[in-house]
């Protein structure tokens, strides 16, 4: 693969990590953690998309982005109208094609699994998808977690790809995004100035973008502790059984009275029906207070099929996504209370 | 970094973003492919690949089993089938059917149908 | 089934001869290979589907440090090349026109690849963009923009035959049904994408090391497009991995890395990146097929009439062939006395489209097997009978002139029919069709190698030539064939340690190289028929003259004598080899390895042979006998045997989401004798595999400006080891009378029947006919839909 050139910084320390997001934030600096999604971003492109065209220019008459930046006319004063747009397309490029990678393997404070006396869950940014995808209390408590691991990429891709770098590419299928979105996690997020928490369903704002700043870094993700009689389940409709990208996916988590009793709360994640994952707010207007019967469960999936977003693209048209929405939803819901020891 | 200026070609380079598993290497045990990896993160790991397995040129168990039951067509997926089989073996010795599927799913090869490369973990596993 | 004659080697099950240098890492592919000095090539590909080019600098690439050379067709010249001389619609690098988001432009040789890389993106094109053409079923519609001056309204090559009276059979006819099927194109998706070194010596003699499976025809197009003499061109094939039809055309990237290498006088190399092989393609073709077929009402076919549209992208490549193939191969396995085919073959601004496993004929197969299975639905015929009543036997002649002369079809059928437990597993889905299981049957019929070479010439089809060591000992066969991974140099050695009674590890095969031997290459499934010929021959020769030696000596007709076992034995009585013995060990004062027992070894044998008439060397030819008819584009199709197969698969289908699950998929293919069993069952898996993937989730996606949205391993989806069931082989064998040792195909044939026997599968499964490929849930569901909706 070849990269363009960048410097890669290995800090040993989260402060450290903090200290050299901030010093360089202005020069282009992007975060490695299991580099399976921004090694792929950083490739030098074959055929280049759209390469702006450096009209303003003394240097050279035109090149690749890169050549763009590091020509450097950009930094100089102009004031043509021209000019200043594609300043900022070059200045777009620098997040992109950045001078400086920060790779985070060496924090090991960053990976783990653990559940505090609240009986929370936290996940350490760090933590691969394959330990996700091994941890027996993942697996019984936050389920739709574990099955959001289980159907990320590949084994290899699981090896390597990061909770954090799933949840901060801000991809709408991310797999372990969706189901985050539903376990109602909590992103910490830290800076050299401090630390705060952001909700997951309101992290992403567009696709690949995040309410995160310059300088920021996500160090964790904590998971309420289920009740009981709470249950969650992830199904990621794909067209082939592994290395797939979601076409749909749908996250439930569900908390009962009792088995089989009215529906307390629910929180429905859908993926890849929108620009970022989507919680299904009127599903809980539908179903809470209600008991998880078949006509009930039918009107919340319809619900959920409202709130959804799809559009055609070349994975799948938006009313194949639209009606797998429902179904997938319908499916999910009565899953999480049998889950939770009910039959629909 | 590995083919190039260490010379152990036997690591092949199928995709170059993380999708065919052609480059799998074991990065401290962990199947990984090192077309994803800058080798500054591979500092200080113990990095096996496909060169090591044999020793004393005398084939390992896996590939024994590989070369006997026609697990090897054009062999360009090989080098990563054997170090995800070998992480897998180790652990977990006797994988079921399943379980063999599931750890080669990252590892694709369009010459086998995957049949023979099963064929051959499950021969290794089921000792 | 089990090995069942008197071969010591043949029809075993023996490790392949590259087996431990491919689990080992030793085995070295074009790309592990480098050389002191060495240059990185990359190339320039246009950013446009269809444009005029105005002007190309390449100034500012040259400044840069580091690079060594930078070429665009005002180095290259524009000598039109392609596969077919017919249709000669490529130059090395493009000067007037580009056709297709990818289409090669320049290319630079630097220091290394990032500085190549670099480079490249300097080079400025202007470009006067043209309306670009995508559709390939309206390409030859009036108004449509025009690809090539050499084809008019895009019809790159068309086809029009009429075999038999379908006028007549129309008439015999008690059902007529049309049908359509389209697919996509698709991609061969090989593990090792393309690479090249080309190197120069001090004579001029242009060596070039490729990933390509036909070494020969390379050597040819080289030494046209560049403009040197044939026998300054040496092309050799190091490991490949894989190559499915794609790398047996000659490429820009090895056209380019070679006049790269004769530009600098260094050694260049490029390999491709994984998205420049989707953007080279020369993969499956995108096809358009109607058939209207009738049977009589006993269910015997009375006439097929077909038309196809094939969509082959911006330049010929093996697309002649391949619309001849897409027609002329429906002429088996059944009896069909009356066939009509128009097949157009058109040009549109995509990447270019060749050959591909089971070139031409896959979509084909899979409409005309599907339109049986609905045949048979509307005669209330169980669809393995309908089949059965129609297979042809040995020793038939297709309507469009082609002889088989051996035939295990309906041993195929019946056997994966009586595997798979037909008749109970179909009885019960034929009362509960739509539930979501379903089980489904498909043939197939391919060529055992193509009948003639692809430029008009005598030439013979393959040479072998067979060394004895003059040590004595071992034997080297030369060959030009390509072995890419299907295991023609385990053929080879194979065939010739059979011959001469030797080991497997005495014998090495070197191949792969246009210095050693014609080859036409690993393509069109020729290779154990053809190949297999020469080498049988090669080694017998060896064997009359090592024999006439011995008997020659020890005054015994070498009729008498035989090699076995690694020694020379005689074949009524024992023989006293005392005095031959003695000869040998005077030479060999000190070794102590000396050979011993009654009989000579072959060690022994060899040498006395040198020692008495020089080199000992074997040579084999083989070219096939004229074959077919005489009628227009009767050579494609024609071979010098053919295989069959037939395969029952077995899906399980969500009704509601559309996900299919391939749960079984049993074949039979009749490969005439199988030289080595795990090498056939693994040509067949393959088979499966690829037919799966193309069935159910493959095709290239292009956006409205004709840009590939798919060029990689993630978004191209074939089959992962989740996806892909158990996949049970089953070997027919027909001792075929052309073949040696009655062996013919099977590396592509064997896909034939699997893309139907899957579609016919899901609608036993589904109650829909989805008639698009790939069928993915999608459309499964949208099938499902409109079938509630009209109800």
């Known amino acids: 693969m070849i990269l363009p050139r960048f410097d890669v910084l290995v800090p040993n320390s989260v402060d450290e990590a903090f200290a050299m997001l901030s010093r360089y934030a202005e020069k282009g600096i992007r975060i490695l953690a299991g580099g399976t999604d921004l090694l792929v971003d950083l490739r030098r492109p074959i055929i280049p998309a759209a390469i702006p065209s450096c009209e303003g220019c003394a240097r050279h008459k035109s090149g690749s982005i890169r050549s763009t930046v590091d020509c450097g006319w950009w930094e100089s004063d102009s004031s043509r109208e021209s000019d200043r747009a594609l300043l900022t397309k070059v200045q777009d490029s620098i997040h992109k094609y950045p001078e400086y990678i920060i790779s985070l393997h060496k924090l090991k404070e960053l990976r783990g699994i653990a559940v505090n006396e609240k009986v929370n869950l936290r996940v350490g940014a760090m933590t691969t998808i394959t330990d996700i995808e091994r941890s027996g209390i993942i697996r019984e408590k936050w389920t739709a977690l574990a099955e959001g691991a289980d159907s990320l990429g590949s084994p290899l891709v699981r090896n390597r790809g990061t909770i954090g770098g799933n949840i901060a590419n801000a991809r709408p299928a991310a797999d372990t995004f969706i189901p985050s979105v539903a ?162 | 970094m590995v083919r190039e200026d260490l010379g152990l070609t036997g690591s092949k380079k199928g995709c170059g973003i993380g999708d065919c598993g052609a480059c799998t290497m074991l990065v401290n045990g962990v199947a990984t492919f090192s077309c994803m990896m800058l080798a500054i993160q591979a500092d200080g790991c113990v990095v096996e690949t496909v060169e090591s397995l044999a020793e004393n040129g005398k084939l390992n168990k896996l590939q024994q089993s590989f070369v006997d039951l026609g697990a090897i067509q054009c062999g360009y997926c090989t080098p990563g089938m054997l170090m995800t089989a070998t992480e897998l073996l180790r652990r977990n010795p006797h994988p079921s059917e399943k379980e063999i599927r599931l750890a080669l799913s990252g590892n694709l090869c369009r010459c086998t149908g995957y049949q023979k490369i099963v064929d051959a973990i499950k021969a290794v596993a089921g000792e | 089934m089990s090995k069942n004659n008197s071969y010591k080697i043949l029809n075993t099950r023996l490790p392949r001869v590259d087996a431990i240098d491919k689990v080992t890492g030793k085995a070295i592919y074009t790309d592990d290979m480098s050389f002191p000095g060495m240059l990185y090539g990359a190339i320039l590909h246009s950013p446009l589907a269809h444009a005029r080019i105005l002007n190309i600098d390449t100034s500012r690439a040259e400044r840069l440090p580091g690079v060594k050379a930078v070429v665009t067709y005002k180095e290259a010249g524009t000598q039109p090349y392609g596969v077919s001389p017919a249709r ?68 790159c090559a068309r086809v029009n035959w009429n075999f038999g009276d379908i006028e007549k059979g129309r008439k015999e006819s008690h059902i007529i049904r049309t049908d359509h099927i389209t697919s996509k194109m698709q991609d061969a998706a090989f593990m090792e994408p393309q690479s090249v070194v080309a190197e120069v010596d001090s004579h001029g003699n242009l060596t070039m090391w490729s990933s390509t499976q036909a070494p020969h025809y390379i050597q040819r197009t080289l030494a046209m497009a560049l403009n040197m003499p044939l026998h300054k061109v040496r092309v050799i094939k190091p490991a490949v991995g894989g190559g499915f039809g794609p790398k047996a055309s000659c490429s820009t990237v090895e056209l380019a890395t070679c006049l790269l290498a004769l530009k600098t006088g260094k050694p260049v190399k490029t390999t491709l990146d994984r998205e420049q092989v989707f953007l080279h393609s020369r993969a499956r073709h995108q096809f358009f097929h109607t058939m209207t077929t009738g049977v009589k009402k006993d269910g015997t076919l009375s006439f097929l009439e077909h038309h196809c549209i094939l969509d082959g992208g911006a330049y010929a490549s093996f697309g002649i062939a391949t619309v001849y193939y897409a027609g002329s191969l429906l002429g088996g396995p059944y009896r069909l006395k009356n066939m009509k085919y128009d097949g157009y073959r058109v040009v549109t601004n995509k990447p270019a489209c060749g050959a591909q496993r089971g070139h031409g004929a896959v979509i084909a197969r899979a409409a005309f097997e599907v339109q049986l299975d609905r045949i048979a639905e509307e005669l209330g015929m169980d669809p393995i009978e309908l089949r059965l009543k129609n297979v042809m036997e040995a020793g038939e002649t297709t309507c469009n002139e082609l002889f088989v002369s051996s035939f295990g079809m309906k041993e195929a059928l019946e056997a994966v029919r009586d595997s798979a437990a037909w008749k109970k597993k179909r009885s019960l889905a034929g009362k509960t069709r739509g539930t979501g299981k379903g089980i489904g049957a498909a043939c197939g019929f391919f060529v055992s190698g193509a009948g003639y070479p692809i430029y008009r010439s005598k030439t013979y089809h393959c040479t072998v030539v067979t060394k004895v060591d003059e040590v004595g000992g071992g034997v080297t066969v030369s060959s030009g064939a390509a072995d890419i991974g299907q295991g ?304």
């Not at chain 1, 959804?308 to 999910?332: C, K």
């Not at chain 3, 490249?120 to 025009?146: C, T, W, Y």
């Not at chain 3, 040579?619 to 197969?645: D, E």
């Open chain 1, 183 to 344: 376990l109602g996690g909590v992103l910490d997020i830290h800076s050299e100035k401090g630390s705060r928490k952001v909700p997951v369903d309101s992290f992403a704002s567009a696709p690949g973008e995040t309410v995160m700043e310059k300088g920021e870094m996500i160090t964790g993700i904590e998971y309420p502790a289920p009740p009981e009689f709470s249950g969650s389940a992830y199904y990621k409709l794909a067209n082939r059984k592994a290395l797939e990208i979601c076409n749909v996916g749908v996250a439930v988590w569900i908390a009962l009275e009792k088995p089989g009793g009215p529906v307390t709360d629910i929180r429905v994640a859908l993926g890849a029906v929108g620009p970022t994952p989507i919680l299904a707010e009127s599903v809980k207007e539908v179903l809470v207070g209600k008991k998880p019967e078949d006509a009930n469960i039918k009107k919340a999936a319809k619900a959920a099929r409202e709130d959804a977003t799809p559009i055609d693209d070349h994975r799948g048209s938006a009313w194949y996504r639209s009606m797998m929405v429902e179904l997938v939803t319908d499916r999910m819901i009565r899953l999480a209370v049998e889950r939770v020891g009910g039959k629909v």
């Open chain 3, 88 to 155: 000669y619609d490529e130059t090395i690098f493009c000067h007037d026109k580009v056709r297709y988001i990818g289409d090669e432009i320049a290319a630079v040789a630097a220091v290394d690849k990032d500085t190549a890389l670099e480079a490249v993106s300097f080079i400025k094109v202007d470009f006067e963009e043209l309306p670009v053409l995508l559709d390939g079923r309206h390409a030859m519609d009036e108004g449509q923009p025009q690809l090539h001056d050499m084809y008019k309204n895009n019809i």
């Open chain 3, 488 to 791: 023609s140099d385990t053929v080879l050695a194979m065939i010739t340690a059979e011959e001469l009674g030797l080991p497997l590890d005495d014998v090495r095969v070197v191949s792969g190289d246009s210095n050693l031997s014609v080859d036409l290459g690993a393509y069109s499934s020729r290779t154990t028929l053809m190949t297999g010929h020469a080498c049988k021959d090669a080694a017998r020769d060896i064997k009359r003259q090592i024999l006439e030696v011995i008997g020659g000596k020890l005054n015994i007709p070498p009729e008498k004598l035989d090699l076995k076992d690694g020694r020379v034995v005689g074949i009524d009585k024992d023989i006293d080899f005392s005095a031959l013995r003695e000869e040998y060990l005077q030479e060999h004062k000190g070794f102590m390895d000396l050979p011993e027992g009654p009989q000579l070894t072959f060690r022994e044998a060899s040498r006395i042979a040198f020692l008495e008439i020089g080199s000992v060397v074997g040579t084999g030819s083989y070219r096939p006998p004229k074959l077919g008819g005489s009628f227009k584009g009767a050579t494609v199709g024609t071979s010098p045997a053919f295989g069959c197969s037939a395969q029952v698969a077995e899906v399980s289908v969500d009704l509601e989401t559309g996900e299919v699950t391939v749960d079984n998929i049993t074949g039979a293919h009749d490969c005439g004798f199988a030289i080595n069993r795990t090498q056939v069952e693994g040509q067949m898996q393959g088979s499966m595999m690829m037919g799966m993937g193309e069935a159910l989730m493959e095709q290239i996606i292009y956006n409205d400006k004709g840009r590939i949205m798919n060029a990689n391993l993630a978004e191209y989806k074939i089959p992962t080891s989740l996806d892909v069931p158990h996949l049970d082989a089953i070997i027919v064998e027909s001792n075929e009378p052309h073949g040696p040792y009655g062996a013919k195909e099977v590396g592509e044939g064997a896909i034939m029947p699997v893309i139907p026997s899957i579609l016919n599968a899901i609608y036993d499964a589904t109650g829909v006919r989805i008639d698009e490929l790939p069928v993915t849930p999608e459309r499964i569901i949208e099938a499902l839909k409109k079938k509630r909706e009209n109800k």
